[in-house]
């Protein structure tokens, strides 16, 4: 199986920033795809940011002049760096991996429980 963990929520004041990092084990032989989603109550999951093998990015605009996002692969990582927050962030942010298994040896999308961040103004 495989596991996401994430980790860097938390309460911050508009203005401020968090780095939010998740961590991917178990039956791993590749990553492909990872990024971040995020959910508030009242909308639907969103695709904040995500990374290939290659570095390059895709995602929300809203976001893409404060969020930067990297990978690390040596211990199959990916950060989200979020800057200049705003009360519109907040929201239950999710980690995910598109993971080739070496059990089932195809790729399947993986999810981490999610982790808060909530923005004040």
């Known amino acids: 199986q495989v596991q996401l963990v994430e980790s860097g929520g938390g309460l911050v004041q508009a203005g401020g920033s968090l780095r939010l990092s998740c961590v991917v084990t178990?039956?791993?032989?590749?990553?492909?795809?990872m990024g971040w989603d995020r959910q508030t109550r009242t909308s639907e999951r969103e695709t904040v940011l995500a990374i290939t093998p290659g570095g390059s990015v895709s995602g929300a605009k809203q976001v893409r002049d404060r969020f930067s996002i990297s990978r690390d692969r040596v211990n199959n990582a990916v950060h989200l760096q979020m800057n200049n927050l705003k009360p519109e962030d907040t929201a239950l942010y999710f980690c995910?991996?598109?993971?080739?298994?070496?059990?089932?040896?195809?790729?399947?999308?993986?999810w981490g429980q999610g982790t808060q961040v909530t923005v004040s103004s």
């Open positions: 995910y991996a598109r993971v080739r298994t070496r059990s089932s040896g195809g790729y399947s999308d993986y």
């Open positions: 178990g039956d791993i032989d590749n990553i492909f795809t």
